[in-house]
Structure formats: structure tokens, C-alpha cells
């Protein structure tokens, strides 16, 4: 509510109440945390002028350097960052993570670890947060060994790793296939205070389908039960996504009716999987009463589900009336329309002119 917050600024400094660095403060934390970041900088050269009667402190340059790095603008946060240092002001611990993790999301590891021992050498030791940061950074950009360098640091420092950090290698061991390494990392999870999640849980189970260990998957399913930890939309998304991959679809169904009776909303991905299953062992009936469920709950087409079914009815029987049992469905565009079964005839049509039963009546 900006223009609520700035009127009070207004009447505030009508009945003579001089804000503090603290309210500026204030109001630069909104109009970055809505994206008015122009207003931020602005606001900023304002406090920044010599006539002004407040001067800005280091929560004040952190408020801004945060904005940016969130949108992105690492030069202009580097900017940001130069003036404080002119002020007089070096900055702490939080300015470095902030930019820091700013530079480790554009993939820019040399200057991410330049900032680190920049911090260091002004004397400030790097946090939980810190190592966090650093530790997620790198597993993202697959520079694992870094990662797993500073995740052993920190576990000799003293300091817990958080689930977040375990979570974080674990997806990156999995992504490379190193599943024996992935699972000593889930087994240490177990042993500490804080345990694994149900992240932890999906990407474990991910990768274990992938390499091939389904009786595995399976037991981590079970286990993942006994500590009373409830499978999510992730969780059923991967295990209904690998079950029609191996073409067990009683199972991909069940765990289908298991995941809408908890209450949880299968997407695009899940319909997709499971139109896959049934398309290539030409199972017709199903993937007409899948389209007719996805219909029913709004699943919004994109290009990958809109492609799968039309292979789907390409590989249907000749005597199917497809222009009579296809469904409507929601898609997003610029104007909110629908895409409509004789949209998805007449791509047909263009993409196979020979199947002419397909045409639309």
C-alpha cells in the first residue's frame, strides 16, 4: 500500500515530524519489494543530496542493492555498492551474500569468489548464510567440486549444513548420476537432528527411478511415510511420470486417483506423462478419457501437451470420430482464449493431410 505509506510520509512532515532513516528505510524496502526499483534509486539521490536533513545508513544501501540484484541489474547494484564504499561505509556480511548470490545467479563464479575474499579480507567471516548461498550457487552451475569443498568446510567449521545445502548437492550428485555418492549424502541426512525433507525425498527417489533401481524407489516411498512426511504434487508428478515411462499404467492410474484424493491438482506435466503411457500402446479409450478429465479441471495446453496429443490421435483407430469426443481446453493467450477441437483437427490435418478421416465436419 505505497501510496497510503506515502501519504502518511506527507502528513508527517506537515505537522512538522521529521522522518528518520528508519522510514526512508521503510519505504525503500516497499518500492523494492514491488518492483519499483527506479523509485528506490531516486529516493536514494534524494537522502544522498547535501541539503537533505537525513543521511543514509548501511540498511539503507542494502535495501537497494538487493532490489537490483533481484531484477538482475548487477551493475547498477555494483554502482550501489561503490558509492557506500565512498560514503565511508564498508558495508557487512549481508551486502557480500547479496551480491554474491546476484553474480552466482548470472553464472559469474569469478567474480562471486572475488567478493568472498574481498569479505574476508575486510575482516568479515562468512555465514550460514554465506556458504548457503555459495554452496547452492555452485551445485546449480554443476561446479561440484567447489560445492562439495565448501559443504566439508562448513561441516569442519562447526556448522550445520541446512536442509537446503544437503538438498542442493543431493540434486547436483543426481543430475551427473553419481548415485552411490547421492546416497551416502541422504543416508548422512538421516542421521542428522534436522533430517531430509520431502525434497530430499523426491529428488532421491528421481534419481533412483532413473537409474533403473525401482525396488529402491519404492522403499523410499515407505520410508518416507513411516517419518510422517506427506508425498506433494512432486512427489506423485515423478512417480506417475517414470510409471508410464515403463509402461505400468494400472500404477500411473492409481497413484493418479492417490494424488487427486489428497487433495493435490495434477498439471500438464502429470497429464502428459501419463497421454505418453497410453498413446504408445494406442489405448484409445483412455487417452479420450483423459482429455475429457484434463478438460474438466482446466488444464491450460502448452506446446509440449498439445504436441503429445496429436500424436495421441494420430495413433488412434481410423474409426474414431475425434471431432465428437475431443473436449475444449483453456489456454493462455494474450486475449484469454480457448483452443477448440477443430484447432486441434486442423493441426492435424496440416500435419498428416493424408489421414483424411480427421478432417472436421
Known amino acids: ?67 537490483l540484484c533481484k531484477e538482475g541489474r548487477l551493475r547498477d547494484a555494483n554502482k550501489i555498492h561503490s558509492t557506500m564504499l565512498e560514503r565511508g561505509f564498508s558495508g557487512n556480511i549481508f551486502t557480500y551474500n547479496i551480491l554474491i548470490e546476484g553474480y552466482l545467479k548470472l553464472g559469474n563464479v569469478f567474480k562471486a569468489m572475488e567478493l568472498w575474499k574481498h569479505m574476508v579480507d575486510l575482516g568479515f567471516l562468512p555465514d550460514s548464510t554465506t556458504y548457503s548461498v555459495m554452496i547452492n550457487g555452485l551445485c546449480k552451475m554443476q561446479i561440484l567440486n567447489i560445492a562439495k569443498g565448501l559443504f566439508i568446510k562448513r561441516l569442519a567449521s562447526g556448522t550445520r549444513p541446512s536442509v537446503t545445502d544437503y538438498n542442493a548437492l543431493l540434486a547436483s550428485l543426481c543430475r551427473e548420476g553419481s548415485l552411490d555418492q547421492a546416497r551416502g549424502l541422504f543416508e548422512e541426512m538421516r542421521n542428522v537432528n534436522h533430517g531430509p525433507d520431502v525434497v530430499s525425498f523426491n529428488t532421491i527417489i528421481n534419481g533412483t527411478l532413473k537409474a533403473g533401481d525401482h525396488f529402491s524407489a519404492k522403499q523410499l516411498l515407505l520410508d ?79 506446446s509440449e501437451i498439445t504436441s503429445t496429443i496429436l500424436i495421441c490421435l494420430c495413433r488412434s483407430s481410423r474409426d474414431l470420430d475425434i471431432a465428437k469426443v475431443l473436449p475444449d481446453f483453456s489456454r493462455e493467450t494474450s486475449k484469454g482464449t480457448s483452443i477448440t477441437c477443430n484447432e486441434l483437427l486442423m493441426k492435424l490435418n496440416k500435419a498428416h493431410p493424408e489421414l483424411q478421416f480427421f478432417a472436421a465436419s
Open 1 to 67: 500500500m505505497m501510496d497510503d505509506a506515502l501519504r502518511i510520509l506527507e502528513i508527517m512532515t506537515n505537522k512538522g515530524k521529521k522522518p528518520d532513516v528508519v522510514t526512508y528505510n521503510t519505504l525503500l524496502m516497499g518500492l523494492c519489494k514491488f518492483g519499483k526499483i527506479n523509485e528506490a534509486v531516486d529516493l536514494l539521490k534524494l537522502l544522498m543530496t547535501k541539503e537533505f536533513h537525513v543521511n543514509p545508513d548501511v540498511i539503507t544501501f542494502n535495501l537497494l542493492i538487493q532490489g
Open 224 to 302: 518416507m511415510t513411516k517419518m510422517h512426511l506427506t508425498p506433494d504434487a512432486n512427489t506423485f508428478s515423478i512417480l506417475i511420470n517414470w510409471s508410464s515411462k515403463l509402461g505400468q499404467m494400472d500404477d500411473a492410474e492409481s497413484l493418479l486417483e492417490r494424488m487427486i484424493a489428497c487433495g493435490l491438482t495434477p498439471d500438464a506435466f502429470v497429464y502428459d506423462s501419463l497421454l505418453k503411457g497410453y498413446g504408445s500402446r494406442r489405448n484409445t479409450e483412455k487417452v479420450v478419457h483423459l482429455l475429457h478429465q484434463m478438460a474438466d479441471k482446466g488444464v491450460v495446453l502448452d
